[in-house]
């Protein structure tokens, strides 16, 4: 397709923009889905790095999930909490395949 492409005389951006990137949006769209589910799962890096931080400034749903689990004892909430996160990430998803998977090109 390449050695095609550049005997018609396509240029380097025509040809990333026409063959390599719909030839990559498969793994794109999978690769843009598993980011964006990752980015609201980050516990790890502020329970290590600021613990909240100063007057909970650094607090995200999925480490005020494990405050209120395992340090206030409210386990009902945290289970709300976490069903609300769960609700937020499928319609992510849902959305992501609605109006991403349009672009997507399987071959």
Do not use: W
Request: hydrophobic share 50%.
């Amino acid at each position: 397709m390449y050695e095609s492409a550049k005997i018609d005389g396509a240029g380097y951006y025509s040809r990333l923009f026409k063959i390599t990137i719909p030839l990559l949006s498969p793994v794109l769209f999978f690769v843009l889905i598993i980011a964006v589910i990752g980015s609201f799962q980050t516990f790890g890096q502020i329970d290590l790095l600021t613990g909240g931080g100063p007057n909970n400034s650094t607090n995200l749903i999925v480490y005020s999930i494990y405050q209120q689990a395992f340090s206030f004892g409210h386990f009902g909430f945290a289970s709300a909490q976490a069903i609300v996160l769960f609700v937020i990430i499928l319609i992510v998803t849902i959305l992501q395949f609605r109006y991403g998977e349009r672009k997507v090109h399987y071959q």
